[in-house]
């Protein structure tokens, strides 16, 4: 079953004078086994929009259901399906705070009160997904890593709850190229193996472009956008409006097709623009490459 939002406003100091609403009559929702990526400028409200996908937050109206559950209930069922939605904030790394890498990802199974061998199970598995050896990190302290080693440890924490929906908030910010792209495969390696539902929320359209499937542009509270890649990033003027900008093939391809050569701008990677380029120029009669 999917997350739903519906009708949701959420204003954060409310009956202050410094009332503000981050949130206004929002009505989304996460389909099972999809990766959704969720963008906008500061103060769109995308972060506050995650912060209720796991009862971290309340709406101030309106609601929000996890497999059907309405996730501000008292009862033991809203609880449950909160913890079905696992969070890795922006900068997880600065979370961690055990003394080594396997007691740090140990830390949410042990409190689900799981037998100790369970624990070890999840521990090991997390920790393999991520691409960690569990005989060369175990013993490890987390602060002795990388930055993008970190940040797989936050996350294979965060893996070893085993939760439906994972939600991920800015997952690259931060990294150095290679580790960036290391991470971007690991998270869409974990949606096609595990068919986990993943919400990413980024900045980097490139980073959008080649990993979600959906696309969902937030401006001042509101939905602007909401649709695959290949169409989302084609709506010049909702993304003017959202203050973003197309990922670079995408922005070259429309040129390209602005100037008269009939190319799709619908490419994401560099090879695919290649490609495109190269078969419009042979189509207008153009030398071969």
Do not use: W
Request: one cysteine or more; a neutral charge; glycine letters at 8%.
């Amino acid at each position: 079953m999917p997350i739903e939002l519906r009708d949701v406003t959420y204003t954060y100091m409310k009956g202050t004078p410094f009332e503000r609403t981050a949130l206004q009559n929002v009505s989304l929702t996460i389909a099972d086994g999809s990766l959704t990526a969720i963008a906008g400028h500061t103060g769109s409200g995308k972060s506050t929009l995650v912060q209720h996908l796991n009862g971290l937050l309340h709406p101030t109206k309106g609601e929000v259901l996890v497999d059907g559950v309405n996730l501000a209930g008292k009862k033991e069922e809203a609880g449950l399906a909160r913890r079905k939605v696992g969070m890795v904030f922006q900068y997880p790394e600065q979370q961690l705070f055990e003394e080594t890498v396997a007691a740090d990802i140990a830390f949410g199974p042990k409190n689900l009160e799981l037998s100790e061998d369970e624990v070890n199970r999840r521990v090991r598995s997390a920790m393999e997904f991520v691409q960690l050896d569990y005989e060369t990190y175990k013993d490890v302290s987390p602060f002795r890593l990388s930055g993008g080693q970190m940040r797989r440890v936050a996350i294979a924490g965060v893996l070893a709850l085993k939760p439906d929906y994972l939600v991920l908030d800015e997952p690259t910010a931060g990294l150095d190229p290679q580790a960036r792209e290391e991470l971007l495969r690991r998270i869409v390696d974990l949606h096609r193996k595990k068919k986990l539902t993943i919400i990413v929320v980024s900045h980097n359209m490139e980073d959008i472009a080649r990993m979600a499937e959906r696309v969902v542009f937030m401006h001042d509270g509101h939905v602007l956008v909401d649709a695959p890649p290949s169409k989302a990033f084609l709506a010049d003027e909702k993304m003017r409006e959202a203050g973003l900008t197309a990922p670079p093939t995408v922005a070259l391809l429309s040129i390209l097709r602005d100037k008269g050569l009939q190319v799709d701008a619908d490419a994401f990677t560099a090879d695919e623009a290649v490609k495109r380029i190269l078969k419009a120029i042979q189509k207008k009669g153009g030398a071969k490459c």
